[in-house]
């Protein structure tokens, strides 16, 4: 417990706190419950190890109602050590909630997938520009089976639908935040449908900021494109968003005064906007369609699958001849994060059997680039077993 605290003073992120964790195999503890179950004996996450490294029972103490009080038992970590842990822990918090508000995320607090996780804001730097995104909790937390048809979407492109489509719904309220505040698209790009609004008869052509493709433009400013007249109008007028995976749709709030009436007079509650998302960009394998010779039938040559093993065996090779000094090296190199850095230099053990099938394209159909980069055992026959070469 005492290497947790100090490696985190060290590392100064709970993030590469894990990462280390992991690389020297300390594991949460097991535990066998009364029923005969096993717990426990699995890597620490994030939320983990921010309960821990809060956890007052480690000095010594107990806490009951909030408030800490002198435990039975004696502390493991010296006051200096928590202090200097519960010290830096504030100021990272601090820290975060600033970049929050200057993310330039409007919708914080306010967007959902459609499975009810909180979406958050976070972005992305590639090549010297910043993109940014909500991504689903459910993500965010290693819990990806629960997220959303729809886990993760540009922030840009989702922002300025909402704008469009509150400031079609409600003129009124928009012209008295000052509507030029809000920045439109150029002419030149193309417009959306026509929105539908549950239980009224608006209709409104929305006009978005980005093209139908599902890459959005990095965020050159960290302002988002809204000033604060329009970010208190969006919070005042909206109270949910929820992404789905071909519409947005945003739950209105009603006015005191509107909610009083309806409920007297039988209304239809809160108007809820649906407004449709730009086509996705297909995700489809990019395939090369390699013609038969002599009356054998052509064969597809996935290109995802023949560049990844290329680049794991090049990678390899380099770092065999001191080319790279590390993967971090050559994570930054390419621009490229080291975890994948790793998974990819897996394939330079592939059976050299199965390195020529992907390279003829001769692999099974189930053999798709993200079953590739899972675990893949060195023996060569349990290899082809779990890549589907073999019944």
Same mark, same amino acid.
């Given at each position: 417990?005492?290497?947790?605290?100090?490696?985190?003073?060290?590392?100064?992120?709970v993030?590469?706190?894990?990462?280390?964790?992991?690389?020297?195999?300390?594991?949460?503890?097991?535990?066998?419950?009364e029923a005969?179950?096993?717990?426990g004996?699995?890597?620490?996450?994030?939320g983990?190890?921010?309960?821990?490294?809060?956890?007052?029972?480690?000095?010594?103490?107990?806490?009951?109602?909030? %408030?800490?009080?002198? =435990?039975?038992? *004696?502390? @493991?970590? &010296?006051? !200096?050590?928590?202090?200097? /842990? #519960?010290?830096?822990l504030?100021?990272?918090?601090?820290?975060?909630r600033?970049?929050?508000?200057?993310?330039?995320a409007?919708?914080?607090?306010?967007?959902?997938?459609d499975?009810?996780?909180?979406?958050?804001?976070?972005?992305?730097?590639?090549?010297?520009?910043r993109?940014?995104?909500?991504?689903?909790?459910?993500?965010?937390?290693?819990? %990806?089976g629960?997220? =959303?048809?729809? *886990?993760? @979407?540009? &922030?840009? !492109?989702?922002?300025?639908? /909402? #704008?469009?489509?509150?400031?079609?719904?409600?003129?009124?309220?928009?012209?008295?935040?000052?509507?030029s505040?809000?920045?439109?698209?150029?002419?030149?790009?193309?417009?959306?449908?026509?929105?539908?609004?549950?239980?009224?008869?608006?209709?409104a052509?929305?006009?978005?900021?980005?093209?139908?493709?599902?890459?959005?433009?990095?965020?050159?400013h960290?302002?988002?494109?809204?000033?604060?007249?329009?970010?208190?109008?969006?919070?005042?007028?909206?109270?949910?968003?929820?992404?789905?995976?071909?519409?947005?749709?945003?739950?209105?709030?009603?006015?005191?005064?509107?909610?009083?009436?309806?409920?007297?007079?039988?209304?239809?509650?809160?108007?809820?906007?649906?407004?449709p998302?730009?086509?996705?960009?297909?995700?489809?394998?990019?395939?090369?369609?390699?013609?038969?010779?002599?009356?054998?039938?052509?064969?597809?040559?996935?290109r995802?699958?023949?560049?990844?093993?290329?680049?794991?065996?090049?990678?390899?090779?380099?770092?065999?001849r001191?080319?790279?000094?590390?993967?971090?090296?050559?994570?930054?190199?390419?621009?490229?994060?080291?975890?994948?850095?790793?998974?990819?230099?897996?394939?330079a053990?592939?059976?050299?059997?199965v390195?020529l099938?992907?390279?003829?394209?001769?692999?099974?159909?189930?053999?798709?680039?993200?079953?590739?980069?899972a675990?893949?055992?060195?023996?060569w026959?349990?290899?082809?077993?779990?890549?589907?070469?073999?019944?």
């Amino acid at each position: 417990m005492r290497l947790i605290f100090e490696r985190y003073l060290d590392l100064g992120c709970v993030m590469a706190l894990r990462t280390e964790l992991e690389r020297l195999g300390i594991r949460s503890k097991r535990r066998v419950t009364e029923a005969g179950r096993k717990r426990g004996g699995a890597s620490f996450s994030r939320g983990a190890l921010y309960h821990l490294l809060k956890n007052r029972v480690y000095r010594g103490e107990t806490v009951h109602k909030g %408030t800490p009080h002198p =435990g039975e038992h *004696a502390a @493991i970590i &010296a006051q !200096e050590l928590w202090d200097a /842990v #519960v010290a830096k822990l504030a100021a990272q918090g601090v820290e975060r909630r600033r970049e929050r508000v200057e993310s330039g995320a409007l919708l914080i607090g306010l967007i959902f997938d459609d499975r009810g996780n909180r979406m958050s804001p976070t972005y992305t730097v590639r090549k010297q520009s910043r993109y940014r995104y909500y991504v689903s909790q459910a993500v965010l937390q290693g819990r %990806t089976g629960e997220a =959303g048809s729809l *886990a993760r @979407i540009g &922030a840009a !492109e989702i922002e300025q639908i /909402v #704008v469009e489509g509150l400031r079609r719904a409600q003129p009124q309220d928009v012209r008295a935040a000052d509507r030029s505040a809000i920045r439109t698209a150029p002419p030149s790009q193309p417009q959306q449908p026509t929105a539908r609004v549950s239980g009224d008869s608006v209709s409104a052509r929305l006009t978005t900021a980005g093209s139908n493709s599902q890459e959005q433009a990095p965020s050159d400013h960290v302002g988002g494109f809204c000033d604060q007249q329009v970010r208190d109008l969006v919070h005042r007028a909206i109270e949910r968003v929820v992404v789905h995976c071909r519409e947005v749709e945003i739950t209105l709030r009603t006015p005191e005064g509107a909610e009083a009436a309806a409920d007297t007079e039988g209304g239809e509650g809160p108007r809820v906007l649906h407004l449709p998302l730009p086509d996705r960009r297909s995700k489809d394998r990019r395939e090369i369609i390699i013609p038969g010779h002599n009356g054998s039938p052509s064969t597809h040559l996935d290109r995802s699958l023949v560049v990844a093993v290329a680049r794991g065996r090049c990678w390899a090779r380099g770092l065999c001849r001191g080319d790279y000094k590390d993967t971090a090296q050559i994570a930054c190199k390419f621009d490229l994060s080291e975890a994948y850095v790793r998974r990819i230099l897996r394939l330079a053990y592939l059976a050299p059997d199965v390195v020529l099938a992907i390279a003829e394209g001769r692999h099974p159909p189930t053999l798709v680039l993200q079953r590739l980069l899972a675990p893949i055992p060195l023996a060569w026959a349990e290899q082809r077993q779990t890549l589907g070469f073999t019944v």
